[in-house]
């Protein structure tokens, strides 16, 4: 795609409308090479106020999260010595509300031949009767990769802080032509109805990506089902952190993993490790061939969906039973360099936990932040019937802007001046972002929010939406554009971007729900339909210069907006075991 609108520098000018009367000038740059290089990252205004993260080191990905005896349990990789990957061990933390977290003594450590280079990513499993059980990758001493298993040292400890890992490890060894280096992260366990235990563990054989299927009767002793639970039938990296669980055709209500039913579907999930990225399938569980059938059997990874356009990986579910709901964690990796890692002494953190359903339309999963967040909530705002003419730019004030949860519902009078829509830009919806970005006018579009911002927006995120006509429907495009979120030419600065799948005509209107944490972004557009992350490091931040959030419109065509916003409080992220209050009768 081409753009006739492109020079190292557009201004754009929009005006200040409702009661400011101020024209305003903002600068978008285009070339990050001549801007500003002398800014440091090494600061601890970038660390987030409420999303999970630890004091300090590295964090990657989620492992085995689980609800049991009155307790939200997480665990995570995590580095204990340093900023950086490697020296991988299971850190675990232990909650009663998901926002406010207790760290524990770290679970899992390398230290036996069969995990002497690394406890690495899996899942618990709660056993009946038996209480919970992990299932974990270790990286042996014939640098081999096996699944392990870990049991709690004393059940009758409600923190469940020690765990012991049985001598007749490893459970499950690469045989049979399995690549021994791609052969990784066990799946929450699920019975069928022959009782039996069944896990999937990731793994590539020659070219092509894979869930192995893996069935046993006691949990110690596993057989490889003859098929894969599924397989790519072409060329794939492979697939990492698999995850496969039940959802309900209606309603929110989460289900227990060994749940299946002419009422449900299962998601497929894997991580596709070259491309960092996770993706899902939809389809069905056939517990009498034991493999899953996808409701499209397309074998194209980039055809499918995806929990997160943006910077999200190594995602993993569990059944909350407490709450009847399912909840998704994920891994939001740095912007910044390794080097800006080791001098700031962390790097990496999890998202806000989300709730995860099935759309009534049966195509696509929803997502949502755990109600939980709300509490954090603080000073909320309104703004009704707000107009956003053409030109508009208004300034969100009375929030924190660095540290806020913003929902905004933008309302179309009319369709009419929708542009036309290309069908080449399928595929390519963050090449659409960045060709036609927040500087671009358009008949309906680009309108949303400008976050992260410094007065003079010379730094700032584009969050934003366009419309498009597509023969007799409409096309939603959501974007996050970080180009011009930082001064500094060496961050990783994304443009991402979806197609929200959406009947315009009939709801005419499109929400936005957007969580800023100083140096991370979610955004949740068309009611969680589609989830932008991003993680962004603005150099003004360093200066003590104050944030802005504002809501735009450089589109020919006006929009009616209704807006809350709050501040957000801080999370407790290392609260004393007796400080957790909510169930503290369980321990």
């Known amino acids: 795609m081409e753009s006739c609108c492109r020079s190292s520098m557009v201004w754009v000018v929009l005006f200040l409308f409702l009661g400011y009367g101020v024209e305003v000038s903002f600068s978008v740059y285009l070339d990050p090479q001549a801007q500003d290089q002398s800014s440091s990252i090494v600061t601890q205004v970038y660390r987030t106020a409420y999303h999970f993260q630890p004091p300090k080191n590295w964090i990657n990905d989620p492992n085995g999260p689980m609800y049991y005896n009155g307790l939200y349990h997480f665990f995570y990789q995590y580095n204990p010595n340093a900023a950086v990957w490697g020296n991988i061990h299971w850190a675990h933390s232990v909650s009663v509300d998901l926002i406010n977290w207790a760290p524990l003594d770290l679970a899992l450590a390398p230290t036996d031949p ?16 038996d209480g919970p059980v992990i299932l974990y990758t270790g990286i042996s001493s014939e640098n081999q990769q096996v699944q392990n298993v870990a049991v709690p040292t004393n059940l009758s400890d409600p923190l469940l802080r020690q765990w012991t ?6 459970l499950l060894a690469p045989v049979n032509g399995i690549n021994s280096t791609l052969f990784r992260d066990p ?65 929110r209500e989460g289900l227990d993993t060994s749940a299946n039913s002419e009422e449900v579907k299962h998601v497929l999930k894997m991580s596709l490790y070259l491309k960092d990225s996770d993706h899902y399938i939809l389809g069905r569980y056939d517990e009498e061939k034991d493999i899953f059938v996808p409701d499209n059997a397309t074998d194209d990874y980039q055809k499918w969906s995806r929990y997160d356009y943006g910077k999200f990986y190594a995602s993993k579910t569990f059944f909350d039973p407490k709450k009847k709901r399912r909840i998704l964690w994920g891994w939001l990796n740095e912007s910044d360099s390794e080097s800006d890692s080791i001098a700031k002494g962390w790097a990496g953190m999890q998202i806000v936990p989300r709730t995860i359903w099935l759309d009534s339309n049966g195509k696509q999963l ?54 036309l829509f290309d069908p080449t830009w399928e595929m390519d919806a963050p090449g659409l972002c960045s060709q036609e970005d927040a500087s671009v006018q358009g008949g309906i579009g680009p309108f949303g929010l400008l976050v992260l911002a410094s007065e003079n927006l010379e730094e700032h995120t584009a969050v934003f939406f366009r419309i498009y006509k597509d023969q007799d429907q409409f096309k939603v495009l959501m974007c ?61 931040f360093l200066n003590a210069s104050s944030t802005h959030i504002y809501m735009f419109n450089n589109g020919l065509e006006s929009t009616v907006v209704r807006l809350k916003a709050w501040d957000m409080a801080n999370a ?16």
Not at 114 to 129: E, K, N, Q, R
Not at 165 to 170: E, L
Not at 193 to 213: S, Y
Not at 572 to 582: I, P, Y
């Open 366 to 419: 929803l997502q949502w932040p755990v109600e939980e967040v709300n509490s954090l909530r603080r000073n909320e705002i309104h703004l009704h019937d707000l107009e956003l003419k053409p030109a508009a730019l208004y300034e969100i004030k009375g929030a924190k802007a660095s540290q806020a949860d913003v929902e905004v519902d933008f309302e179309l009078p009319s369709l009419e001046r929708a542009q």
């Open 572 to 587: 407790r992220l290392n609260l004393k075991v007796e400080e957790l209050s909510v169930e503290k009768q369980d321990f």
């Open 165 to 170: 890992k049985p001598d007749f490890n490893p």
């Open 480 to 540: 996050s554009d970080q180009r011009r979120s930082s001064l500094r030419p060496e961050i990783d600065k994304q443009v991402y971007g979806v197609f929200l799948d959406m009947d315009l005509e009939k709801e005419g209107k499109i929400s936005l729900r957007t969580l800023i944490d100083h140096s991370v972004i979610e955004n949740f557009g068309g009611g969680g339909r589609a989830c932008i992350t991003a993680r962004v490091y603005p150099a003004f």
């Open 187 to 251: 799946t929450t366990a699920w019975i069928a109805a022959d009782g039996r235990w069944r896990i999937a563990v990731g793994a590539q054989i020659a070219t092509k990506g894979m869930a192995l299927l893996y069935r046993s009767a006691d949990f110690v002793h596993w057989e490889m089902a003859a098929s894969p639970l599924y397989s790519s039938s072409i060329p794939s990296p492979m697939w990492e952190c698999p995850d496969f669980f039940p959802v309900l055709l209606k309603g």
């Open 114 to 129: 069969f995990d002497a280079y690394g406890v690495w990513s899996g899942s618990a499993t709660i056993l009946p009767g």
